[in-house]
Each structure stands twice: as C-alpha cells, then as structure tokens.
C-alpha cells in the first residue's frame, strides 16, 4: 500500500505560474482592495464589478499553464497516495494530472446558485448579471470569499489526519482555518514546508524541516527528501 502525502499549496506554487495574488501588493489584487471583490459585501455593494474581477482572473487562467511544482506532484502518484488540499482557485494542479485535488477557497471554472451554495456548475465564459439557475437566481463565482464558511474544511481535516507525510508549499501559513491544518497531523508525521520566505511556526508537535525554497525547486527537493524515507 502507498504511503499516503497529504500536500497544501498556495498562492507560491500558483504564482511561478504566473498567477498574480494580492498579498504581492499590500491588500490590493489586480489594484482592488480584496474586500471589495471578496466578501459578501463587496459583491452585494456592486456585484457587477466583482463579476468582472472574477471574469478577468478566469480568463488569465486559460493563458497560463502548470508548472514543474504542479507537475512533479502529480508525478509523485506513481509512488504515494497523493492528496493535494489547495487553497487556489485556479485548476493547474488538475492539469497537471492530480487526481486527488480539494480546493479549499473554491474554483474559477465554476459557479454557484446566490441562493442555493450547494448548486455550482460548471463555467468556463465570463458570468454576468441575468446569468441564473434554474429557479431564476443568480449565479455568483464559486469562491469562498473572506467572512464564509470553508466547506470543505472537514474533509481538508479527515485528509491531514490520515497523512503518513505531510507538506507544506507556497503558502504564508497566515490564512485560517487552512494555516491550522498541520496541527491535525498524527503523532510523528513528517512535515515539510516549501517556501522561499518560510514564515516562523513554532508549537509543532511534530518535526518540521524547512526548504527555503520556490515551488518548482523545492518540490525536486521535497520528492528526494520522501524518497528516502521509502528506501531506509
């Protein structure tokens, strides 16, 4: 049986992709301040624009492509259970060729119901006004925006607890509820954080060796550093 990797990834891996996030510009994204484009409040002061902003991203993500971090994880399926918990919206990993992926924060290929968030759909145009379900409510981006719920924070929990290793990559660790994730690791799991500005963790009740490194480097290291643990 393959030993099982449980990996969270952010905004870094998505970035050397060439993927802009709003921490590279003091709280602005794409030159909004992200309350305005996401929270509910944001979209229900003026909807139009957020669905613009969101249109724009979306369209972004079909110029660029995944990169050698997105590529070696899912290669690493060959050798491990591989279970990627992402706090992108983007689908670079599915591109790849994961096939275990949860997106914590939501996706840009799809919408959902204003009045019903269990009803998303697929959706790769541009969304606009008018644009409704089948009982006639609007659609809005399917992305968990700041002030909601995380509905796939329970099973993103159930994963990590179930982790034989567990890894770390692209991601400032100051994001909750995903930053608490490694503090449901079992007892003397492995931890691995890949990041070329690691922020300080302490309080770890498990071993955390740090790869001062980007996504597309350090995740080479990464894979050689588990290797070894299959061969000792």
Do not use: C
């Not at 110029?63 to 992108?88: K, R, S, Y």
């Not at 919206?89 to 019903?116: P, Y």
């Not at 697929?122 to 409510?137: R, T």
């Amino acid at each position: 049986m393959k030993k099982k990797l449980v990996v969270l990834t952010g905004a870094g891996i998505s970035a050397e992709s060439g993927i802009k996030t709003f921490r590279d510009s003091n709280g602005l994204w794409e030159g909004h301040n992200v309350m305005e484009v996401a929270s509910p409040e944001g979209w229900y002061k003026n909807p139009e624009l957020v669905l613009d902003f969101y249109n724009k991203r979306r369209q972004q993500l079909f110029e660029v492509q995944p990169n050698a971090g997105h590529q070696i994880l899912a290669a690493m399926e060959t050798v491990f259970d591989v279970q990627i918990i992402t706090q992108n919206v983007d689908d670079l990993h599915e591109r790849a060729g994961s096939t275990k992926v949860l997106h914590l924060h939501g996706e840009l290929l799809k919408v959902r119901s204003v009045q019903n968030p269990s009803h998303i759909l697929d959706w790769k145009s541009d969304v606009v006004l008018g644009d409704v379900d089948v009982l006639g409510n609007q659609l809005r981006p399917h992305i968990v925006w700041f002030g909601e719920a995380v509905p796939a924070l329970e099973e993103a929990i159930d994963l990590t607890e179930t982790a034989d290793f567990f890894a770390v990559i692209g991601t400032s660790l100051q994001v909750y509820p995903a930053a608490g994730l490694i503090d449901y690791t079992k007892q003397n799991t492995p931890l691995f954080y890949v990041d070329p500005k690691p922020a300080t963790i302490s309080n770890l009740k498990n071993p955390l060796e740090i790869i001062p490194m980007n996504a597309t480097d350090g995740v080479m290291v990464l894979k050689n550093k588990l290797m070894q643990f299959l061969i000792s």
